[in-house]
């Protein structure tokens, strides 16, 4: 294999995707309609929700969906699969139906964001590479929100790309920071890609290249003119940094007449550092000056920076971002909902495990999200069969599916379905957004969720009800399965 040339996607599987399939093929099964949803358990951070991310990348994989004839060789050596099943392989193409929530939907544990129709092998060879794009950039995108809002309106870049796990790591991960809210990153290949506006300064490198600091950020501020950022902890921040950055000012933007700039910090006590250095660069008449801050920073140590009244305009937040290193795994799972018998009936199946988490949602379904009339903001999910309609002009009881006892009654609300469809009968039916368009509707969307939802510690528990004709097909299914 020439790992030169671009890779194939398919052959991204467990093996044990293989296996079934082939044994799908060998008992007839290979026709037999399926349903999988995709959801997750669990709010990474003890957060009260996540972001979805990563169905562009997903859409472009089943688009090129497809076995190579190096692919069916490598198998045939494995002498495990039947030549018919290799044959079936080598005019493979998808051909299900696919739905899923748009990049930039706040959602919730057990929901489905995306959901798969399609013959038993289709939908099972998928499995991986959905995941994992699913999952990755999920993950990113719901740290990188928390991280916005802890800047409370303050810029936030993407600064990981040397510390992410990997190359698909630093660049699908500054895309979906992105999506969570980021203002752009440092890696450049995901602008030229994707559109994420890349930037940056200087390294500590550029000031110690020259005899002197100042003779460093003259010579920058004269290469470039256009809002210059100097970092100013190489040597002596206060006493040597930030004096030779205003002298380099004076002397190049100011008979000029320009006035935008910044200082970065990547080092030191923050709060005392940037309360410092705004004094000194007001002092000097450059209230314009930016002051941007890194180091290891994440959403709690920004809080606790601005709590304790640190003068920071701009966050570059790393490592901690672009590897979730508070919790570097988002848990999505994907899972058999339902399948279709002969005569086209959708039979419902589930999951059963002594950890009541694991417990599944049956059958295919609709996903509403309940917004009140009067406030825009979003009252609770409702999970219902597929066949099913709300009617929201009427109140409608619902319950915590976690704790029954817990009922609400929602009234003078709308209700949107979430899921759009993406992919009918293998066409791509789905007019992929463009980047900014996904931010910006993350941004609205969680908006529409009341603070209380929004806490970092301890969130208000959202609603996530099942209709009554769903609880009741799930309650039938574990009674009749509590003893197989």
């Not at 194939?8 to 399939?21: G, H, K, P, Q, V």
């Not at 079936?88 to 930039?104: C, H, K, M, Q, S």
């Not at 018998?341 to 609709?366: A, L, M, Q, R, W």
């Amino acid at each position: 294999m020439d790992l030169n040339q671009p890779l194939n996607m398919t052959m991204l599987c467990d093996f044990y995707e293989l296996t079934m399939s082939n044994g799908y093929f060998k008992y007839g099964y290979k026709d037999k309609i399926t349903y999988f949803d995709v959801f997750y358990r669990s709010v990474p951070d003890n957060g009260g929700f996540a972001i979805a991310a990563g169905l562009e990348q997903v859409i472009k994989y089943i688009q090129d969906l497809h076995f190579s004839e190096e692919d069916i060789a490598y198998l045939r050596r494995r002498n495990i699969f039947s030549e018919d099943f290799l044959e079936y392989l080598a005019n493979f193409r998808f051909t299900g139906d696919i739905y899923a929530v748009p990049e930039g939907t706040p959602i919730f544990p057990k929901e489905p964001m995306m959901t798969v129709r399609a013959p038993a092998i289709q939908a099972q060879l998928i499995e991986t590479y959905v995941l994992l794009a699913l999952n990755h950039q999920s993950l990113i995108a719901t740290k990188a929100n928390r991280v916005v809002r802890a800047a409370q309106g303050r810029t936030v870049l993407e600064f990981g790309s040397r510390r992410a796990q990997g190359v698909d790591g630093a660049i699908m991960g500054a895309r979906a920071a992105y999506i969570g809210g980021c203002a752009g990153t440092a890696c450049t290949i995901s602008d030229q890609l994707f559109g994420v506006p890349a930037g940056g300064t200087m390294a500590h490198a550029w000031v110690q290249m020259f005899d002197t600091q100042y003779e460093a950020f003259k010579t920058y501020c004269e290469i470039y003119p256009n809002n210059p950022t100097l970092l100013v902890d190489t040597y002596n921040t206060l006493k040597k940094g930030i004096p030779d950055a205003i002298r380099a000012f004076n002397e190049v933007l100011k008979p000029r007449g320009l006035t935008k700039c910044g200082i970065r910090l990547d080092s030191g006590d923050m709060t005392y550092l940037t309360k410092k250095a705004r004094q000194m660069l007001d002092e000097a008449g450059w209230q314009s000056c930016q002051i941007s801050v890194s180091n290891s920073l994440d959403e709690h140590i920004i809080q606790d920076l601005l709590q304790q009244g640190a003068q920071i305009d701009l966050f570059g937040v790393g490592e901690r971002l672009i590897t979730a290193r508070s919790e570097p795994v988002f848990g999505g799972v994907y899972k058999l909902v339902a399948v279709e018998d002969s005569d086209g009936n959708i039979i419902p199946k589930i999951k059963i495990s002594e950890n009541v988490g694991k417990i599944t949602n049956p059958h295919f379904k609709k996903l509403y999200r309940f917004y009140g009339r009067d406030t825009g903001k979003a009252i609770a999910d409702y999970l219902c069969v597929h066949d099913e309609t709300v009617d929201d002009s009427q109140d409608l009881t619902i319950f915590d599916p976690e704790a029954t006892w817990k009922r609400k009654t929602v009234y003078n609300f709308e209700a949107k379905e979430l899921h759009v469809p993406i992919f009918i009968n293998g066409e791509l039916v789905y007019e992929l957004p463009t980047l900014q368009q996904i931010q910006d509707y993350c941004r609205k969307e969680v908006d529409s969720l009341w603070d209380e939802v929004k806490r970092f510690d301890y969130p208000h528990s959202y609603y996530v009800d099942l209709s009554q004709k769903l609880w009741d097909i799930k309650y039938d299914l574990l009674c009749e399965n509590s003893n197989a």
